[in-house]
């Protein structure tokens, strides 16, 4: 954990440093910028440079005054990343500078002479060792008329291939001179083209009517309310239907909204490559209809392969954003929304997140899927209330599903099926959270076994009587330790006290004779004791160690001739030698009570038997005791005890919904939940209807998505195959 703690705090240390480290670069390129604008002012712009430079004041936002300023000085690039997004900045004598056009390949890797002029946040170079704006610009309408048929946007000169970069940079360059754009009519937009910039997706308050629906329907699923709950609750299946039929609904004719300006254009289509002015690391394309006119072309027209860039072209677009419209005679978008309506898809994206989050968040509500379902139904289907004085009229006419009964008598806990949780085996004990109301009383049998095995199980082979001596010690120790209740809780822990053991070698005996009658398993439980006492003898002056089972029996017994059979033994390890024996001939006993189960369960039968969650009898110590696991060393413990409860009748009190119902041979048999009031019904129908709902959100999204991104794809290849049978825009003009 704390190598952890270090190293992040290291990597906050390094990002603190960078960031602090780039934040100083950026004030010194401001501080450079700044000793520039006092530089002396070469000369102004001519009109060329200004006509090249035109797009970066369309695109970019930019603004600079016409003086030019001489800067010289080393190339370089810093900047920051956060996230994995690089932020750049290229600078020129520590000034940062703007680099247009395909001024980046005449960089020098030592020293640059540079022309600039200044804008609020940088310099915009216009001469760059033997780069000039004027020729860039030209190479790079080149290069765009060149690349005009395909789908990507051209390169930069020498850019497919470094080889021959110096020849096309080289190469004579054909000055492209301005070419004003033509305003051929202006009128306004037709309410097919205002359709086009409407929005058009209900999805978000569809969502938002699931989203309050599904989270109302949790919050009567647990909040108490009082009489509020089956309001609310139908107020979520309210804003659930609404949902439902605002997806489905025929869409309203939009409001009207106020036309916009139109403007037909005539002039040459141009694609620019322009750096962005934050980021060195980004550069973006744009297209512009002759220099200084901007326009937004549709995407899947840019990547038609059709477009005539540096060729003369008519254009409809809209004149407070420079969208575009129509193309020529044949490219049109209200064309193409009418023969190839738009599918939209998006809003299943939504809705079908929507459904998922709420099933996960439903089932983790749940208190039980099957159980909250179960009561769910059999509230809604309602039923009569019964209450029964005798089991006899309850089983002549049983009660159905949904209702309710309100039952008093004494009856008899219901024998089960225990496993026990040590070794495969089960055997029969009470269960009274089932309860058996007018059938034949059933009783336990005593068990009959050798009095070697129950020896074993009790532990009584042996007599043991407290050390006095150990335990005087012991107090003393404590008393030593003062009131420290660590220094009390180790020496208890170390020094347990000891026991006075006499009667070892009626052990043997007793083993001997429980193997003797059947006792399964024997060499295990004289290994174990063997392993256990660990006992050492002195024969004939030497010490031996009794680590077989004849050498320990044999040495027992002849301590018991001499009258010198007791030891002292620690507790514990008397505690853990009781423990094997007991497993042992507690193990032996479960297998016998296991052969009697068949004979038990057959003998309930007649009455009715009231199952509910809880124990009936209301003693908690009972329930407790009930509901510990089962093992082979408590066994007899536990039958011993389910002969005295089944003995007792137990009186009960049931109320609660009929759940379950099921009629045999043995008798009739209901489920009841006591839990079940109405709260508990409401709460469960909530949950239910939010599962149910989520998964049927959740289900129907997913199918209508897969099929929206199926049409998609074919109005897709269908708009596509169209472009390719049209006339290139412009080239008939």
């Not at 809209?318 to 044949?330: H, I, N, R």
């Not at 193409?336 to 989050?357: D, I, M, N, S």
Request: aromatic share 4%; glycine share 8%.
């Amino acid at each position: 954990m704390t190598f952890w703690i270090i190293l992040k705090l290291v990597l906050i240390g390094l990002a603190l440093f960078s960031y602090l480290s780039y934040k100083s670069r950026r004030s010194d390129n401001h501080g450079a910028l700044a000793q520039l604008r006092e530089a002396p002012v070469l000369r102004t712009l001519t009109p060329d440079e200004a006509l090249a430079l035109e797009p970066l004041r369309v695109a970019g936002g930019l603004s600079w005054a016409p003086e030019v300023r001489a800067l010289r000085g080393r190339f370089s690039r810093h900047g920051i990343e956060v996230n994995g997004a690089q932020t750049l900045h290229d600078t020129l004598g520590n000034v940062e500078v703007l680099l247009p056009y395909d001024a980046l390949a005449f960089l020098h890797d030592d020293d640059n002479d540079a022309e600039v002029v200044l804008s609020a946040k940088q310099a915009i170079v216009v001469r760059l060792n033997g780069f000039t704006v004027v020729d860039g610009r030209a190479r790079t309408l080149q290069q765009a008329s060149a690349h005009g048929d395909d789908d990507l946007p051209p390169p930069l000169p020498g850019q497919n291939d470094p080889a021959d970069a110096d020849a096309t940079l080289s190469r004579p360059v054909q000055q492209i001179a301005e070419t004003p754009v033509e305003i051929r009519e202006r009128r306004v937009e037709t309410p097919e083209e205002a359709t086009l910039r409407q929005p058009t997706s209900r999805v978000w308050k569809m969502a938002g009517l699931w989203v309050l629906a599904f989270v109302l329907m949790l919050v009567v699923a647990n909040a108490d309310l009082g009489g509020a709950r089956v309001p609310l609750l139908l107020a979520a299946l309210a804003m659930a239907g609404a949902a439902v039929w605002w997806q489905w609904r025929r869409p309203a004719p939009a409001a009207p909204t106020k036309p916009l300006a139109v403007n037909r254009v005539h002039g040459p289509l141009r694609l620019v490559e322009l750096p962005n002015p934050t980021n060195a690391a980004l550069r973006t394309y744009h297209y512009f209809l002759g220099d200084a006119l901007q326009v937004q072309m549709p995407a899947h027209w840019q990547h038609s392969g059709r477009l005539p860039l540096g060729q003369p072209v008519e254009m409809e677009i809209l004149a407070t954003s420079g969208e575009v419209l129509a193309m020529g005679s044949a490219w049109s978008q209200v064309d193409e929304a009418r023969r190839f309506p738009a599918v939209r898809w998006g809003q299943h994206v939504v809705l079908l997140t929507v459904g998922l989050v709420a099933l996960l968040a439903a089932l983790l509500n749940s208190h039980g899927v099957i159980d909250d379902m179960a009561l769910a139904w059999q509230g809604v289907r309602g039923g009569e209330t019964r209450s029964d004085a005798i089991a006899a009229s309850l089983a002549q006419r049983p009660p159905h599903g949904g209702d309710r009964v309100r039952l008093r008598g004494e009856g008899q806990c219901e024998l089960a099926l225990t496993p026990l949780q040590d070794i495969d085996a089960a055997i029969v004990l009470p269960d009274c959270s089932r309860v058996r109301w007018g059938g034949t009383p059933v009783s336990l049998p005593g068990l009959q076994m050798p009095a070697a095995l129950l020896s074993l199980y009790r532990g009584d082979y042996v007599s043991v009587r407290e050390d006095n001596m150990s335990a005087m010690l012991r107090l003393l120790m404590l008393q030593q330790a003062g009131a420290d209740p660590y220094a009390q809780a180790a020496l208890s822990a170390r020094h347990s006290g000891g026991k006075i053991v006499s009667g070892m070698g009626n052990l043997v005996e007793v083993v001997e004779q429980a193997c003797a009658a059947g006792l399964e398993d024997c060499d295990a439980l004289k290994r174990g004791i063997v392993d256990e006492l660990a006992a050492t003898a002195d024969v004939d002056g030497r010490e031996l160690a009794l680590d077989s089972w004849p050498l320990l029996a044999r040495e027992l017994r002849r301590a018991v001739e001499e009258g010198n059979d007791g030891m002292l033994m620690p507790s514990s390890q008397l505690s853990a030698l009781q423990d094997i024996t007991r497993g042992h001939a507690g193990t032996a006993i479960a297998r016998q009570l296991q052969t009697l189960a068949p004979q038990l369960l057959s003998l309930q039968q007649g009455g009715v038997v009231l199952a509910t969650p809880h124990d009936l009898r209301g003693d908690a110590d009972a329930v407790r005791h009930d509901a510990a696991d089962v093992r082979a060393e408590s066994v007899l413990d536990r039958w011993e005890q389910a002969m005295t409860t089944l003995a007792t009748p137990v009186p009960f009190t049931v109320d609660g919904l009929v759940v379950g119902r099921h009629e045999d041979a043995a008798g009739l048999r209901l489920e009841v939940n006591t839990d079940a009031d109405q709260r508990r019904i409401v709460a469960a129908a909530a949950s239910t209807l939010a599962l149910l709902l989520a998964s049927a959100l959740a289900l129907g999204q997913a199918v209508l998505l897969c099929r929206g991104v199926a049409r998609a794809r074919a109005r897709r290849r269908a708009l596509d195959a169209d472009m390719q049978t049209r006339p290139v825009p412009g080239l008939a003009s």
